[in-house]
């Protein structure tokens, strides 16, 4: 029984010698492999900035932080994630460090579909995955997965499994290869070609916003994302972006709920109708990012 006791203590001692190497060099190359590393910069307190943008695709492609700093005279930062949702969008905001009452928090909702589970609006897990090393990242895994938070503690390895081919394709190919959902500039914005579009045939039609679709976990996440900015004393704006050829109708309705003195929602669905400012219908091409961030810059200093 005694030599039992210790060859499992040998075992557990070299599993831990060899387990944590192994761990650190998965979670070192997975991160050398992102295009888009500015989770990484946010977390090592590389970007502090007064206002930071926080959405789905409309905002990652639709707000040009640049253009909201030179007519603010405030420093703005992009932490849009296409195809994400509000829960990750919560996530995103508790990332945050030092957030107080100088901040400005910008969060975008995706109009008719805001509070409806998609294909296309899903918790971006694989986002946060290559910064998994971090345990602010750990905990929102842990808290949006079946991720174990203590069992990601004790083992490395655990903590990285999801990493580890992604680390050998690094070894293999480098970095990931830049496409339009990763080109991103310093700002943390991702601009859509001008001179390509993939806009339909269509109609202008006024669609209504159906709560009965809505899904409470979603309104919740927005309950969640308000009550932490309150607590911190972020001022905080509810937008919609512009939207070709829709007129949102009662969903302006159903949002004034959330408005407050601390809390402004500001519908710009239907400020740019113009084709030319659209790369499809739900997303603004880079000059259309550009004059909607002029617009939404306005909004910001009318105090």
């Given at each position: 029984?005694?030599?039992?006791?210790?060859?499992?203590l040998?075992?557990?001692?070299l599993l831990?010698?060899?387990?944590?190497?192994?761990?650190?060099?998965?979670?070192k190359y997975?991160k050398l492999?992102?295009?888009?590393?500015?989770l990484?910069?946010l977390?090592?307190?590389?970007?502090?900035r007064?206002?930071?943008?926080i959405?789905s695709?409309?905002?990652v492609?639709?707000?040009d932080?640049?253009?909201?700093?030179?007519?603010?005279?405030?420093s703005?930062?992009?932490m849009g994630?296409?195809?994400?949702?509000?829960?990750?969008?919560?996530?995103?905001l508790?990332?945050?460090p030092?957030?107080?009452k100088e901040k400005?928090?910008?969060?975008?909702l995706?109009?008719l579909?805001?509070f409806?589970?998609t294909?296309?609006?899903?918790?971006?897990?694989?986002k946060?995955?290559?910064f998994?090393?971090y345990d602010?990242v750990?905990?929102e895994i842990?808290l949006?997965?079946?991720?174990n938070?203590?069992?990601?503690?004790i083992s490395?390895l655990?903590?990285?499994?999801?990493?580890?081919?992604?680390?050998?394709?690094?070894?293999?190919?480098g970095?990931?290869?830049i496409?339009?959902?990763?080109?991103?500039?310093?700002?943390?914005?991702?601009?859509?070609?001008?001179?390509?579009s993939?806009?339909k045939?269509?109609?202008?039609?006024d669609?209504?916003y159906?709560?009965?679709?809505?899904?409470?976990?979603?309104?919740q996440?927005?309950?969640e994302?308000?009550?932490i900015?309150?607590q911190?004393?972020v001022?905080?704006?509810?937008i919609?972006?512009?939207i070709?050829?829709v007129?949102?109708?009662?969903?302006?309705?159903?949002?004034?709920?959330?408005?407050s003195?601390?809390?402004?929602?500001?519908?710009?669905?239907k400020?740019?109708s113009?084709?030319?400012?659209?790369?499809?219908?739900?997303?603004?091409?880079?000059?259309?990012?550009k004059?909607?961030?002029k617009?939404l810059?306005q909004?910001?200093?009318?105090?």
């Open positions: 029984m005694k030599k039992l006791i210790v060859r499992s040998i075992f557990v001692v831990f010698i060899v387990e944590k190497p192994i761990g650190y060099f998965i979670s997975v492999r992102q295009y888009d590393n500015k990484e910069l977390l090592e307190r590389k970007i502090d007064d206002i930071y943008i959405g695709s409309m905002a492609n639709g707000i932080p640049s253009v909201i700093g030179e007519n603010t005279g405030r703005c930062y992009n994630f296409s195809g994400s949702n509000i829960p990750f969008h919560v996530s995103i508790k990332l945050i030092e957030l107080d400005t928090i910008v969060l975008t995706n109009g579909t805001a409806q589970s294909e296309e609006s899903i918790y971006r897990k694989d946060l995955y290559p998994i090393a602010k750990l905990n842990a949006n997965s079946k991720k938070y203590l069992a990601s503690k490395w655990y903590r990285e499994n999801q990493n580890f081919f992604d680390a050998l394709e690094y070894l293999k190919n970095k990931n290869e496409d339009i959902t990763t080109d991103i500039d310093e700002n943390g914005f991702i601009p859509l070609d001008d001179k390509v993939h806009l045939n269509r109609e202008n039609k669609q209504e159906d709560v009965n679709k809505e899904e409470q976990e979603l309104i996440s927005l309950e994302f308000i009550e900015c309150d911190n004393e001022e905080l704006k509810l919609v972006t512009p070709l050829g007129d949102l109708k009662n969903f302006r309705e159903r949002m004034k709920q959330y408005s003195e601390e809390v402004e929602l500001i519908d710009f669905s400020i740019l113009e084709e030319k400012y659209f790369f499809d219908e739900a997303h603004l091409n880079v000059s259309g990012a004059m909607f961030s617009i810059a909004r910001l200093i009318a105090e």
